[in-house]
């Protein structure tokens, strides 16, 4: 009966804990932080589950950034500190045009590995940083003058409280951890040792679970993101000559339609074939790509190439269009200039002849689904007959 009372007294002490918190600023004066030209700047949450004991642990926002907490806020009195003291990360978001966005993206992540930072992920077009939080304001300052600002944002959440009541909570874990230790160093009986042993592997696991969330907790405070998506400047040209009656068929190139026979390829890893008709031959992934292939009327008469140039001149003024030639293809890769934009890939095989265009288009409904169906569809069209 002794241990008994002795254990309920340990999880009563475990129960004392508080649950976790957090705040939110609402709004982040940002001319205070001396960001350029006013910042649209919202709160952002960090879903801190259920506590240890939730399966997910700490969740943070994709879109949270990590920011500065001097390390005094993350002592026992952080709670009471004034709001420069606070643990508050930041995200910034910059949405940009430039003639040459690629070698914006290469400057960008130079400066960071200079200023002590690393790159999070990069893509077409995007790149996410990690940043020092002392350079986060200088940083995201430096960006706005690398092109035409199109959209910027800073979101931020405050986390002192977060790692205040982590902190507690893994205080009184250790604590319980040592009275356990004790316990089952006094027990006589093997139920009661077993007992014992169940629940220090328990609070173990919590004393884990909760440095785990100290140390994500510390990164957050030490480093902030910057999120920067850079996309070629819109050129303003002439729009194509589309009273020339025998280009008018370009036009509906990315509108996914079989435009002749269909022509049958290989089915691209991680896509099923969706259709193979008289009328269309088609395959689909998971993530919404479309490969479709056939085999058009060459007339009026013109090689491959004469095509492909044709095809980059007609588009260049709608989307972002650059050529890429391989031994089996020309192909065309289109990006529309949407903030999430969809790229096409036009291929002319140059095993086409004088009667017929041998021609495959794809479809990638944004830069994930071709970051990761681009290789497959590459592949079939180098094995292409």
């Given at each position: 009966?002794?241990?008994?009372?002795?254990?309920?007294?340990?999880?009563?002490?475990?129960?004392?804990?508080?649950?976790?918190?957090?705040?939110?600023?609402?709004?982040?004066?940002?001319?205070?932080?001396?960001?350029?030209?006013?910042?649209?700047?919202?709160?952002?949450?960090?879903?801190?589950?259920?506590?240890?004991?939730?399966?997910?642990?700490?969740?943070?926002?994709?879109?949270?950034?990590?920011?500065?907490?001097?390390?005094?806020?993350?002592?026992?009195?952080?709670?009471?500190?004034?709001?420069?003291?606070?643990?508050?990360?930041?995200?910034?978001?910059?949405?940009?045009?430039?003639?040459?966005?690629?070698?914006?993206?290469?400057?960008?992540?130079?400066?960071?590995?200079?200023?002590?930072?690393?790159?999070?992920?990069?893509?077409?077009?995007?790149?996410?940083?990690?940043?020092?939080?002392?350079?986060?304001?200088?940083?995201?300052?430096?960006?706005?003058?690398?092109?035409?600002?199109?959209?910027?944002?800073?979101?931020?959440?405050?986390?002192?409280?977060?790692?205040?009541?982590?902190?507690?909570?893994?205080?009184?874990?250790?604590?319980?951890?040592?009275?356990?230790?004790?316990?089952?160093?006094?027990?006589?009986?093997?139920?009661?040792?077993?007992?014992?042993?169940?629940?220090?592997?328990?609070?173990?696991?919590?004393?884990?679970?909760?440095?785990?969330?100290?140390?994500?907790?510390?990164?957050?405070?030490?480093?902030?993101?910057?999120?920067?998506?850079?996309?070629?400047?819109?050129?303003?040209?002439?729009?194509?000559?589309?009273?020339?009656?025998?280009?008018?068929?370009?036009?509906?190139?990315?509108?996914?339609?079989?435009?002749?026979?269909?022509?049958?390829?290989n089915v691209p890893q991680g896509f099923i074939e969706?259709?193979?008709?008289?009328?269309?031959?088609?395959?689909?992934?998971?993530?919404?790509?479309?490969?479709?292939?056939?085999?058009?009327?060459?007339?009026?008469?013109?090689?491959?190439?004469?095509?492909?140039?044709?095809?980059?001149?007609?588009?260049?003024?709608?989307?972002?269009?650059?050529?890429?030639?391989?031994?089996?293809?020309?192909?065309?890769?289109?990006?529309?200039?949407?903030?999430?934009?969809?790229?096409?890939?036009?291929?002319?095989?140059?095993?086409?002849?004088?009667?017929?265009?041998?021609?495959?288009?794809?479809?990638?409904?944004?830069?994930?689904?071709?970051?990761?169906?681009?290789?497959?569809?590459?592949?079939?069209?180098?094995?292409?007959?």
């Amino acid at each position: 009966m002794r241990y008994i009372i002795l254990l309920a007294s340990v999880l009563l002490l475990l129960a004392c804990a508080r649950a976790p918190h957090f705040e939110e600023y609402d709004e982040v004066d940002v001319k205070a932080m001396n960001i350029s030209e006013r910042s649209t700047v919202s709160a952002r949450d960090i879903d801190m589950g259920a506590g240890w004991g939730s399966a997910g642990g700490i969740r943070a926002s994709s879109k949270v950034a990590y920011a500065p907490a001097p390390m005094e806020a993350m002592g026992e009195d952080a709670s009471t500190a004034n709001f420069q003291e606070r643990m508050v990360n930041y995200t910034g978001n910059i949405h940009l045009e430039s003639s040459e966005p690629e070698t914006v993206i290469d400057t960008v992540i130079q400066r960071a590995v200079a200023k002590g930072g690393s790159v999070i992920n990069r893509r077409n077009g995007f790149v996410s940083l990690q940043i020092p939080v002392a350079q986060f304001r200088d940083f995201f300052n430096y960006i706005l003058t690398l092109g035409k600002i199109t959209s910027k944002n800073i979101y931020a959440s405050d986390i002192t409280d977060a790692y205040s009541d982590n902190a507690a909570r893994l205080r009184i874990a250790e604590i319980t951890l040592a009275r356990l230790q004790e316990l089952l160093a006094a027990a006589k009986t093997e139920p009661e040792k077993l007992a014992l042993l169940k629940e220090i592997q328990r609070v173990s696991e919590q004393i884990e679970q909760g440095k785990l969330t100290e140390k994500e907790l510390l990164r957050k405070a030490a480093f902030s993101t910057i999120n920067l998506w850079a996309r070629n400047t819109p050129v303003q040209v002439v729009p194509y000559r589309t009273n020339i009656r025998a280009f008018q068929w370009l036009a509906r190139l990315p509108e996914m339609a079989s435009l002749g026979k269909p022509f049958e390829l290989n089915v691209p890893q991680g896509f099923i074939e969706t259709e193979n008709s008289k009328t269309k031959w088609s395959t689909a992934s998971a993530l919404n790509t479309e490969l479709i292939a056939y085999e058009k009327e060459n007339n009026p008469q013109g090689t491959p190439d004469f095509w492909a140039n044709a095809m980059l001149e007609f588009f260049k003024s709608k989307y972002s269009a650059e050529l890429k030639t391989e031994e089996n293809f020309s192909l065309i890769r289109l990006q529309s200039f949407e903030p999430e934009p969809e790229v096409f890939y036009i291929a002319i095989l140059k095993k086409s002849d004088k009667k017929t265009l041998k021609i495959a288009v794809a479809n990638f409904p944004n830069l994930n689904a071709e970051q990761k169906n681009s290789e497959a569809v590459m592949e079939v069209l180098r094995g292409a007959k």
